[in-house]
């Protein structure tokens, strides 16, 4: 049996301003290079690039995923948002992502970040969307790191009654002690809970050489 191919599901691009300096038309050359039958722009609480991408997509043969890596408002602590990743499953899904993003844009934020709440997500539905518990910057991740099994057993259970069928915990690898442990602990909590799981790896530049460069636009935004 040949190995499924591989899907990047976290392409942060330009229109994600603070931590994104691909250019969509490369992004989409480079996936077509590579074989990947289809590509997610997920930019930053946003879908400014949404209609360039899916253009560019369809034209190279590349199959648009549509999403957003959006900030999950904080009751404990305010200033440490949490992260979630939301991709769109039918059109019905697009259109409560666009509420969701609008509404946060709307309510009152803290430093300037779009928050969606819990509230948000209850009230505008989500049997459109899918949801990645958003790795080490998620709550499930945040309890685990901490070593609070039972918490992140909690929290993730909440997210899949939310998100009935349709809530993915999600490991991020870079070879880092730390991180290999927030795997493992990751894999054995999905195994425990019956929960599907699945691995990402955030794209914010696209080459070695584009580091510096992606590093000072991180140093501007902050």
Not at 8 to 33: C, F, N, Q, T, W
Not at 68 to 92: E, G, K, Q, T, W
């Amino acid at each position: 049996m040949s190995e499924p191919p591989f899907i990047h599901l976290r392409l942060h691009s330009e229109y994600s301003i603070s931590d994104g300096i691909v250019r969509l038309g490369d992004a989409v050359a480079r996936a077509a290079a590579d074989g990947m039958p289809a590509l997610a722009l997920t930019d930053l609480a946003n879908l400014f690039g949404l209609v360039k991408f899916y253009s560019a997509a369809r034209y190279k043969g590349v199959k648009p995923l549509l999403g957003s890596d959006v900030f999950i408002a904080n009751d404990n602590d305010p200033d440490r948002p949490y992260r979630l990743l939301l991709l769109c499953r039918s059109h019905r899904g697009y259109l409560q992502l666009c509420e969701l993003l609008s509404r946060a844009y709307l309510a009152p934020r803290v430093h300037g970040r779009a928050e969606i709440t819990r509230r948000m997500l209850r009230e505008v539905g989500v049997d459109g969307l899918l949801a990645l518990s958003g790795a080490g910057a998620g709550d499930v991740g945040e309890a685990l790191a901490q070593g609070n099994r039972q918490q992140a057993g909690r929290r993730a259970e909440e997210w899949a009654r939310l998100f009935p069928d349709a809530f993915y915990l999600e490991v991020q690898r870079y070879g880092q002690p730390r991180q290999e442990q927030m795997v493992a602990a990751t894999a054995d909590l999905a195994a425990d809970l019956a929960l599907p799981l699945v691995a990402t790896h955030p794209i914010q530049f696209l080459d070695r050489d584009d580091f510096k460069a992606h590093e000072a636009r991180v140093c501007i935004a902050e």
